[in-house]
Structure formats: C-alpha cells, structure tokens
C-alpha cells in the first residue's frame, strides 16, 4: 500500500488549498483516510478523518468551519480542503490510511504518505 499526498504549497492568510491523498496497493476502496500535521517544533496532530463508505467525517474542533473532507472510493484517492488559511496552519500535511473504523488515533494507521508542505505567511 502506498499513499501520495499532494497539493501543498504557499499561500496568503486567507487562502485556500485542496491537498489530495492518492492511495494505491488496496484491493478494496474501503479503507479509512485520516490526515494529519506537524507544525515546526511540534508534535504531529489529528486534523481529520473520513470513514471507508465516507458517511462519517471528523474534522478537529479547532478547525471546524475552515477545514473540510471528502473522498473519491473509485479514484481511490482523499481530499482535505483548507480554506481561510492562517499562519497557525503552516506545517506539513500528512495523509494515512487504516481498514476497519476511523480514529484519530495515530498508532493505529499502519500506512502513511510522505506528506506536503502547506506554507501560510505575507
């Protein structure tokens, strides 16, 4: 299994990005996509999840409103929006794929991406 995230870059506050993860190496569509990220010096955080049939999403509190999820089971691919993006945001963006229920629990996905690189600033 191999997952490719795309769609990073750099943006003004206020922006927006769709950042895309292309999964390859599942025999079925159905597997959970979650996306995660690390800001310089900190440590990587859940932003959010999409389950296998994509009826449940969860986006973190904090980023309610701005950031957003969907999915794609025939081209086998995730996608988080990010929209009015702020300097808070920058970081690099990590998507990662798990069968069976979503969590935000990192640990628990076996197969992750390289991740990209969002960059917020004026």
């Known amino acids: 299994v191999q997952l490719q995230a795309s769609g990073g870059g750099s943006v003004r506050p206020g922006g927006s990005l769709r950042l895309t993860c292309a999964v390859t190496?599942?025999?079925?569509?159905?597997?959970?996509i979650a996306w995660f990220r690390q800001a310089p010096g900190k440590g990587r955080e859940v932003v959010s999840c999409i389950s296998a049939e994509g009826g449940r999403k969860y986006v973190a509190d904090s980023l309610k409103g701005r950031f957003s999820i969907d999915r794609d089971n025939i081209k086998k691919e995730g996608y988080l929006y990010l929209e009015s993006l702020q300097p808070g945001d920058t970081a690099v963006y990590y998507c990662?794929?798990?069968?069976?229920?979503?969590?935000?629990?990192?640990?628990?996905?076996?197969?992750w991406g390289q991740g990209t690189l969002v960059t917020v600033s004026s």
């Open positions: 190496g599942f025999k079925t569509p159905y597997f959970v």
């Open positions: 990662a794929a798990k069968t069976g229920v979503s969590s935000v629990v990192q640990s628990e996905y076996p197969y």
